[in-house]
C-alpha cells in the first residue's frame, strides 16, 4: 500500500486555492531557503532520539531505534520541534493514501477539493498520484502548492490529475536563487511557462524579501509570463516575517506597505490583472 510521511492535515482552507479545501502538507523538501518559516518540514526524521527528553508530556518514545510520537499525549507545544537539530518533527505520521482519503471523507461536504503541500510535495510524486486518483473518484478537485524543482514536463501522469498548480518562484535571478534558496531555479523558471501555457498554473507565490533579494527583477519577469499566457492567473506578493525563520533573517525587517504597492504596480504594468499582497 503507498504510504507518504505527513506533517500535517488542516481539515478547511480557504487559502490553498479555490473555494473550501482539505489542505495536507507532507514531509520533506529539497530547498534550503533562508525565510523558511518551518524548517522543521525539510526532512524527515533521523531518529536521533534527542527530542524524546525535551517533551514534557512523555509523548515521544524509541523503539528498536525508531522514534515514536504519541498524539493522545502531546499538547503541540513544539519543545520537541525546538531541541531537533535536523530541521524535522517527529509529528510525521506515515500516512497511507487510504488514511487519509478516510479523513478527507469527513470533510467532503463542506469542501471543493484538496491540496497537497509541503515540504515539497512533487517529492512524494507516486503517493501524490494514487492520493489524488482516489480523490479524483470521491468528485474532488486536486491542487499542488509547488517549489516548482522538478520538472512538470517529466510528471504528466501527476498533471493529468491535477487541475491546477500553485507555484512559488523566489528569485529569477539564479545567483540569488542558488544562494539564499540552495538550489538551482531552472526547473522553476521552465515550469513557470510550461504550466501557464497548459492552463495548469493558477497561481504563483513570490515572497518579497528587502534589501536581499532582487524583487523588481522577480516580480516584472513573472508578470510578463503571466500576461503572455493568461493576465488573470493569480499572483500572489508575500510579505516576508521574520516568525519563525532561522539564522540571519531571524531580525531582518519585513517590507514596508510602500514598497509592496510599489511591486503591485510593477506587476500591474508588466501585465497582471489579478494581484494580491498578503
Ligand atoms: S509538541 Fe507534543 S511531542 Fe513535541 S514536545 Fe510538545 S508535547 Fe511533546
Ligand atoms: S525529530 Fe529530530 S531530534 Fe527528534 S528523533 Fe527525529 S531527528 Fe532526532
Redesign the pocket.
Known sequence: MMTGFVNNIIPFSSVDGPGNRTAIFLQGCNFNCIYCHNPETINICGNCGT?IT???????AQNNSKVF??KT?????????K?CNNNS???VSKMSTDDIINEVTNYKPFIQGITVSGGECTLQEDFLISLFTKAKSLGLTCFVDSNGSKDFKEMANLLELCDGVMLDVKSFDNSIHNKYIDFDNKHVLSNLDYLASIGKLYEVRTVIVPEIFNNEETVKRVSEIINKYDPNIRYKLIKFRNLGVRHSLKSHPSPSDKYMDELKNISEKNGCKNIIIV
Not at 525535551?54 to 515521544?60: E, F, K, Q, S
Not at 499525549?73 to 520541534?81: F, L, T, Y
Open positions: 527530542c525535551a517533551c514534557p508530556n512523555g509523548a515521544i510520537w504519541d499525549k502531546c499538547c503541540n507545544c513544539d519543545a520537541c520541534i531541541a518533527s517527529p509529528k
